[in-house]
T-cell receptor, first 115, second 113 residues
């Protein structure tokens, strides 16, 4: 149980375009979803916390107008990288939880390459 | 911001040996969790230890927590080649009730057959 599906797993886009990444909890209702960014051989950097039906809470230094997060339902959160640039190339991972005492369940990540 | 550090950053052992990874953190915590990440994939939850616990076991995993030293260790016994992965500790902070976790830098474990 507790499966999180993230799509797409890989995406290549041109500089200036926008890319949407989906994160779905398949068999549970996710009260909260988190979006992380990970550079090669580095740790996960939390970008934002997303609660269903409310605005995402962004971590310091993360541009909310560049990384748009929508959590429209208890099973879906989306991250849109707007006007992507090569420096946005990274591995983006979502995670979801179904309560404050539940562990995080992670998607398999999305490798974004901006050319 | 990152919570703390893990050491070693990389560890290479032979199959059958034990692997020990350490994690230090900076703030007061509710719990500490260990996750595993295979290359290019998401993270898999391994074990959670609460701040009032000192030791926890799960199969070949043993986790200790010393809140006075703000440190934790993960021991994998009788390692297998399939244990090759990166291991991250993550802390849930006392004053943050939203479930947010802060991850350590990770230890890259290589188990040679």
């Amino acid at each position: 149980g507790a499966v999180v599906s993230q799509h797409p797993s890989r995406v290549i886009c041109k500089s200036g375009t926008s890319v949407k990444i989906e994160c779905r909890s398949l068999d549970f209702q996710a009260t909260t979803m988190f979006w992380y960014r990970q550079f090669p051989k580095q740790s996960l950097m939390l970008m934002a916390t997303s609660n269903e039906g409310s605005k995402a809470t962004y971590e310091q230094g993360v541009e909310k107008d560049k990384f748009l997060i929508n959590h429209a339902s208890l099973t879906l959160s989306t991250l849109t990288v707007t006007s992507a640039h090569p420096e946005d190339s990274s591995f983006y991972i979502c995670s979801a939880m179904y309560g404050l005492r539940s562990p995080l369940h992670f998607g398999n990540g999305t490798r974004l390459t901006v050319t | 911001s990152q919570q703390g550090e893990e050491d070693p950053q990389a560890l290479s052992i032979q199959e059958g040996e034990n692997a020990t990874m350490n994690c230090s953190y900076k703030t007061s915590i509710n719990n500490l969790q260990w996750y595993r990440q295979n290359s290019g994939r998401g993270l898999v939850h391994l074990i959670l230890i609460r701040s009032n616990e000192r030791e926890k076991h799960s199969g070949r995993l043993r986790v200790t927590l010393d809140t006075s030293k703000k440190s934790s260790s993960l021991l994998i016994t009788a390692s297998r080649a399939a244990d090759t992965a990166s291991y991250f500790c993550a802390t849930g902070e006392v004053y943050n009730q939203g479930g947010k976790l802060i991850f350590g830098q990770g230890t890259e474990l290589s188990v040679k057959p």
